[in-house]
């Protein structure tokens, strides 16, 4: 066998072929790399794979074409099978040669992230899983040429054949979805069970997208085994033909083909009975695909069945819902997943809401009622403005899933009520579903509407007024708080007298600082002085964003008498010692300390619990900013602010149980290279194909000479 191997690699890097392939490959995955890692800074090669993945349609027949049909065409495939060597090594020693120059430019690719990893967090686990799932793709579709050339004399045959077979297994995934979406006969699923084992791409999709699936690798290497074993029967069946045994061998053969399709077969079924917690594994940095431990806590702990329906055909699901709900029935047997066809079942979701979801949309069914997860609610887009299209950044679907249960088994809902007429802001989608994730909801309140606040209210917001209240008003609020009432105090700078609301702030001994925060600790602001990153203290309600960074622009400080009887002042979010509150902020000419400006540190994020006289406690959160409740001011640390915010709800509503997940974003960052960097990488790529080029074309002619 290493005869025939070290014969069939000097073959292909002594021809034109072999280095045409690797210029080819090379040519096309640097102008990704340079495209995608260098210029966008992606922080993992999977997009690069993905893009390039197509390429093997094209220059897998080119490598494999020659291999066994021309020496059926040059009658030197005589010599072989009349030799002592055993067909099995034969084929083997010749699929090895090709293996390795197909993983010639792969070794190359794969040194890649080692590199690109020392300019900022990189995915280097979810990089080498998609690099292996582009090696295993490429190993099977190397199989199917082998075996497609044992089949006939003509190289020309033997590659279109291999083109066809290559396409169709590139195509298939959108074929098997475009039949499981026009029908739901038995018919129609049966094909689609049948042509989803010709589906090549559609594991490699799954190795790329952050999942080390055991059934994709088991895929593709048991099936390479059977395209392989069927190649060593056919070139068998020769040269037992030459022996004048044909027709005997012929039955003998495709038995045992039979049989080979059926242990193939059996191994990829029987691995869908072991739970996914032991085939399929998160290798993502930020751990998109795990559950978090609040999660699994809650879920291991439910009582009450619940029921999901996902609004779609098995063939047609999502692949990373579905895996989610395997994992959350792995941790309860209280929840029972259902798919229902909107094919077969148009008006099923008509049961539970007036409005027709989207296709795999959820309906979660339990105790307290329904609740309809909308397919559209369980991924995070953004509009890139320079295209005007939508990026996916990242998946809220564990935490609309969690909330959802929760709401569905809890009768605990929580009503905020946001205090309005006074100009004050109102929550964007992103803040909103927080809210709901918390099994909470918020209402407007007009105070002069009203005589007193509602009693079934959970808490009251103050969301950046920015025109006084009345004393009426104020009276009402702090009768509320006076019988045990909580609430979120959001004020904001503004230049208009605000006496009577400021009266509110000083029921829990907590007073505004005059100005706006600017830092003078360059690690402590983002772009201008007034963008704060604050210090984030260990606290209860501070848990959920201790190890990562919350954005606070526009900060003003909180005072307070560290020594009031009755309150407990827990601050949780600090600036620096270097910071300071410039007091005439619309003349400021600048963000330079002035003798007029009030030195730091100050607080702007506190809790503060007060004991009534009645002996309740009256709960608040204060935190100076109302920009930093904000979707854009959450995209500068995706997701910490809206975390936070989160936390500050559940604090709070004061639920007997309460999990928040928040939304978890793809990317960890770009990376960031120099101008002269990108340069030279782009100069070593053109580089690398000339000299593959050029040596593919010197060395025959090398040898001719000769």
């Known amino acids: ?225 059977f395209v392989l074993f069927c190649t060593f029967q056919s070139i068998q069946k020769r040269r037992y033909a030459f022996a004048g045994r044909g027709i005997g061998i012929g039955a003998y053969s495709i038995f045992h083909v039979l049989a080979a399709a059926a242990l193939t077969v059996l191994i990829n079924i029987g691995l869908n009975y072991i739970p996914d917690q032991y085939t399929s594994y998160d290798v993502t940095v930020n751990r998109i695909f795990t559950l978090t431990d609040d999660t699994v806590s809650f879920v291991s702990g439910l009582t009450q069945d619940v029921t999901v329906y996902v609004l779609a055909d098995e063939e047609a699901k999502d692949g990373d819902i579905d895996r989610m709900l395997t994992k959350l029935q792995g941790y309860s047997d209280h929840i029972r997943v259902e798919y229902i066809s909107p094919v077969a079942n148009p008006m099923f979701y008509y049961n539970y809401t007036d409005t027709q979801p989207s ?108 025109s006084d209240y009345s004393k009426d008003d104020v009276n009402k609020v702090l009768a509320y708080l006076e019988k045990g009432g909580n609430a979120l105090i959001i004020p904001t700078w503004t230049d208009q007298d605000m006496t009577c609301f400021e009266q509110i702030l000083g029921y829990y001994g907590v007073s505004l600082v005059e100005g706006v925060i600017m830092e003078a600790d360059r690690s402590h602001y983002y772009q201008t002085a007034y963008d704060l990153f604050p210090t984030v203290a260990y606290e209860e309600i501070t848990q959920s964003v201790y190890d990562g960074t919350v954005f606070a622009p526009l900060c003003r400080g909180l005072t307070y008498d560290e020594d009031a009887e009755g309150v407990r002042y827990v601050p949780f979010l600090t600036t620096s010692d270097d910071s300071f509150s410039k007091r005439d902020v619309l003349n400021a000419e600048n963000y330079n300390k002035s003798s007029d400006d009030i030195d730091g540190p100050f607080v702007i994020g506190m809790e503060a619990d007060k004991t009534t ?76 194909v000339i000299i593959c080029l050029a040596t593919g074309i010197a060395i025959p002619l090398y040898r001719r000479k000769k």
């Open 1 to 225: 066998m290493l005869a025939i191997y070290k014969r069939e690699l000097r073959s292909c890097f002594r021809s034109f072929t072999g280095w045409l392939y690797v210029a080819v490959t090379l040519a096309v995955t640097g102008l990704y790399f340079y495209i995608c890692n260098m210029l966008v800074g992606y922080p993992t090669i999977s997009y690069l794979l993905q893009s390039v993945v197509f390429l093997n349609v094209f220059t897998v027949p080119i490598l494999t074409m020659r291999s066994l049909s021309e020496e059926r065409k040059s009658k030197t495939d005589q010599l072989l099978l009349t030799s002592p060597v055993s067909v099995g090594k034969i084929v083997l020693g010749k699929y090895l040669a090709l293996v390795t120059v197909y993983a010639v430019p792969l070794i190359i690719v794969g040194v890649t992230p080692l590199i690109l990893r020392t300019a900022g967090e990189f995915q280097l686990g979810m990089s080498y899983t998609s690099l292996l799932g582009f090696f295993l793709y490429g190993c099977l579709g190397l199989a199917i040429g082998l075996f497609l050339s044992s089949l006939t004399e003509s190289v020309v045959i033997s590659a279109i054949l291999t083109l066809v077979a290559m396409f169709a297994g590139y195509v298939m995934s959108g074929i098997t979805g475009m039949i499981s979406t026009s029908g739901t006969t038995a018919f129609s699923e049966v094909l689609v069970k049948i042509l989803g084992c010709f589906d090549m791409v559609g594991r490699f999709d799954i190795l790329s997208s952050g999942y080390f699936e055991v059934e994709a690798v088991v895929y593709y290497v048991t099936f390479t085994a």
């Open 359 to 466: 296709d795999n949309s959820l309906i979660v069914v339990g105790g307290s009622g329904s609740i309809v997860v909308d397919y559209n609610d369980m991924y995070i887009y953004q509009t890139d403005y320079t295209t005007y299209t939508n990026e996916l950044v990242g998946t809220d679907a564990e935490g609309q899933i969690v909330s959802a249960i929760m709401r569905a088994t809890s009768e605990d809902t929580a009503k905020f009520y946001l205090v309005s007429g006074h100009d004050e802001l109102a929550f964007d989608d992103t803040f909103l579903g927080a809210l709901s994730k918390e099994n909470a909801f918020c209402e407007p309140l007009q105070l002069y509407a009203v005589d007193e606040v509602p009693d079934d209210a959970t808490a009251l917001v103050f969301y950046a007024p920015i």
């Open 613 to 688: 006289q009645s002996g309740e406690v009256s709960k608040a959160v204060i935190v100076a900013t109302e920009q930093m409740f904000t979707a854009n001011a959450d995209s500068i640390v995706p997701g910490y602010n809206v975390k936070l915010f989160g936390s500050i709800i559940a604090a709070l509503s004061e639920h007997e149980v309460s999990v928040s997940v928040p939304v978890k974003y793809y990317e960890i960052g770009n990376l960031i290279f120099s101008n002269r960097t990108v340069q030279l990488v782009a100069l070593v790529i053109i580089l690398a």
